[in-house]
């Protein structure tokens, strides 16, 4: 429809100009005409919103088919419940109360385990709590006599909703009970406040906290046998994925400047995922802790530790935003500098950013790895060559310089002879940040080995698995080597 | 009784030394005494812990009492709702369905007006919504049938809670609707379901909408009227009190550099609450839209400009960080060189942090600020006298040197000696990086002009307010320019 309006349009303009006058055409539409052509406008709009929304939603489903699973997962599980209504013997079981497990299914059901675990559990325990104590009040109300009754109860429901309330604000209690502190407050002024028109109150807090259980189980089942999304295996993935992001990074930023070859700018900008992750990190850590013993994870697994390496790796990622910034710069920087410090800065990248990418792979694979300590030792000697350049770069500019130095001086005296030091100075930066980085790789390194040995990650056994894994290195080592070769071929 | 325990255990080792013996009294303990010291030693583990997290709970209250009012606002209103219970009109006026009410003022009240109000109005809407659909769904169900009933009624459940589901995953629904998807899959279930066995359906959802109107308004009355929390004012104050911080930070490490004066380290590190504040900026601006106008903010305040300048505040945050991370390296920066740059390094800084500062006010008292653009030509002159700083000690190390340029050298020359170069790189660093910073500035003043331009903040009117605001800078101007003086003095 939004191709008849511009031809119309189009059309209508066209005439004008054939005529050579400034007799237009538009006055001689009428009222029900221009009604027409907005009305047509309106829905034209409307429907490309509509057809954009949906190419929107269609993506988000192609993105991850999962969320897809889980929304029919969503489905099953009310379809489930909806028997206690359907089905006479199970709708008198729970006598008419079929309602809450209904509810708790649409409340407790979250797209992972973790996420649901942690409400179920939250759910029944705090529904147990609420029940038995608002029985007790309930108790103590009716004995004292129809006039104090409502007051007793009001009084009641005041203090625990107000003191659960202000619970949800200490970490601790947030961090583990949060809703249950909500299902508190909910339970126990239903049952405590229907005590007073309720006949039967210990009938009907048994009905709740029984029609609660069976939907807790039902969505434990539903989460647990369809397709489950372990929060745990999330982290894992999302740290994983995290690391190799932060190596392509720092890689490409480096090698881009260096030798001039622009890489695939979304992946070099893969260090600003690393950057934005803290509060999916830390939600995914306090669900993990919920779930049994999963695929490779016990139920023990050192959660906590995915966030320290979290830390890290952010640490990292705004040194790479202060590298990537420090590229950007329009302050250009003489090519004869550039080449100067090229090969150990290209060096050390490379061999940080292979740290950075075993890492990734011990992670991954929940293997130490003794190929990690290599790339380190090799990145030190970078380092060690990168301030060797920048000691050269001072004997050559220094005014100081004693006799025997003289020597070594004169092929690089003859490359960077008239060069204005502000051209050096973004280079001279850029190496500083590159150390930065390696001493902020070896810490990631440091909380990675943290959690191998809390998560007693097995080791390599000697030469097969040593062979395998110098296999699996080469490829990521070619690309540094190669830009290295064709720079210094130029 | 932690001090109890200590005393005791003092005292045993006391006896053992004064006998000189091996012989301890730890084998004459019978088992009754070993299990009364064991559960002592327990009780005052546990008491320790209660006290702790007393303690805990304490500071959180202390710290914002705001959130002690807050609960006994939740207190406050659902002891109003359990009105519904206790006066017999009221309960029978809701056909005994006053849970709804009560549910509902748990479910929705959110420490501040803008979450509560969307909470609110996604309930009504989604209820309103799924309850017309459920009772059409009904309409259809009970016409084909009685053995196809539960299956009409079954796969409508199943299709309408997948659908709802899947659109709390596509964003633009997510940061409007994600609730009332909830809701609207919950009433839709409900009342479809219930259709089955409930004999007056209208009537039923009926009740349900009634009761969660009353639940609703009873809410949004209690927020408003009682000590108000605004989320947009919250997101202002934030943004305010971030810039403050960076500021501080920004001017307190250069300071410090410089001028080898310890300042507050906690105040130093102030820009790591402008790294980790995304998130509660993010959810701040998207509940702050649904708020009336209020106080000096109307309802359509651009709130989504302040995650821009949050935005920019990172950019800045992350430039201190690399600033931050020199400062701490252990290469030691020669004197000489230090003081070469000290003058124009505290010039860029001290400008920067005051345009930020002045910034902040200018979002404080949401009135545009003349001075800032003085601050921001102030900085721009003190990055040009840094290049030139820059470009000095080049002329002062680079070999050449014209014969006209030896005339302004030769007192630089004799600072910088023999200085080694690796001892010149942080300095050199971080006069690059505060460059940045400068430019980082001057993108953030443009978000808060786009904010002001937005927003249509105030214009200073000519000499009275100028003055007043002179008198207002004297605070900020005089620090800098006192560790200028005592730096100069040295």
Not at 99 to 123: D, H, Q, S
Not at 185 to 190: C, K, P, Q, V, Y
Request: aromatic letters at 10%.
């Amino acid at each position: 429809m939004a191709h008849e309006k511009e031809a119309f349009e189009g059309v209508e303009w066209r005439i004008r100009v054939a005529d050579g006058s400034s007799e237009v055409p538009v006055p001689d539409i009428g009222l029900a005409r221009k009604f027409w052509l907005r009305t047509k406008g309106l829905i034209s709009c409307l429907g490309l919103n509509v057809r954009m929304f949906l190419k929107k939603a269609w993506d988000v489903g192609a993105n991850d088919p999962r969320k897809v699973i889980h929304c029919f997962k969503v489905g099953l599980a009310l379809t489930l419940v909806s028997l206690f209504y359907f089905m006479r013997p199970l709708y008198d079981g729970v006598g008419g109360n079929a309602i809450w497990a209904l509810m708790t299914v649409v409340l407790v059901f979250e797209p992972n385990v973790g996420a649901t675990l942690y409400k179920c559990l939250n759910r029944m325990f705090a529904t147990f709590l609420a029940g038995f104590l608002a029985l007790g009040v309930h108790w103590i109300a009716s004995r004292s006599g129809d006039r104090f009754e409502p007051f007793v109860v009001g009084a009641s429901v005041f203090l625990l909703a107000s003191m659960a309330t202000f619970s949800r604000f200490i970490p601790s209690v947030k961090s583990l009970f949060d809703y249950g502190a909500m299902v508190f407050i909910l339970t126990f002024s239903f049952v405590a406040v229907s005590g007073y028109r309720v006949e039967k109150l210990f009938d009907f807090a048994h009905q709740r906290i029984s029609t609660i259980f069976i939907g807790t189980s039902l969505c434990i089942l539903v989460i647990i046998l369809v397709c489950p999304i372990w929060c745990g295996q999330e982290l894992h993935g999302l740290t994983v994925s995290n690391m190799d992001k932060l190596a392509h990074s720092l890689q490409g930023c480096v090698t881009q400047y260096f030798t001039n070859i622009n890489g695939d700018d979304k992946k070099m900008l893969g260090y600003k995922c690393v950057l934005s992750s803290k509060a999916s990190e830390d939600s995914m850590a306090n669900f993990a802790r919920w779930e049994p013993s999963h695929g490779r994870f016990n139920f023990r697994h050192p959660w906590k530790q995915y966030q320290k390496i979290g830390a890290s790796m952010r640490s990292c990622a705004y040194s790479i935003e202060a590298l990537n910034s420090c590229i950007n710069k329009e302050n250009k920087a003489a090519e004869s500098i550039k080449k100067h410090f090229s090969t150990s800065c290209l060096k050390v990248s490379s061999s940080s950013s292979s740290a950075i990418r075993e890492l990734a792979q011990t992670v991954k694979e929940m293997k130490k790895s003794p190929t990690v300590f290599m790339f380190i030792g090799e990145m030190n000697k970078a380092v060690e060559e990168l301030q060797n350049d920048l000691k050269s770069l001072s004997q050559l500019l220094d005014l100081s310089t004693t006799a025997e130095n003289k020597e070594y001086e004169t092929p690089l005296l003859e490359a960077t002879g008239s060069v204005p030091f502000m051209e050096i100075v973004p280079v001279v930066t850029l190496a500083f940040i590159l150390i930065e980085i390696a001493v902020r790789t070896e810490a990631l390194v440091g909380s990675v080995e943290e959690l191998a040995k809390l998560a007693d990650f097995a080791t390599h056994d000697g030469n097969s698995k040593k062979s395998e894994m110098k296999d699996k290195i080469v490829p990521n080592e070619e690309k540094p080597e190669g830009t290295l070769e064709a720079l210094q071929s130029v």
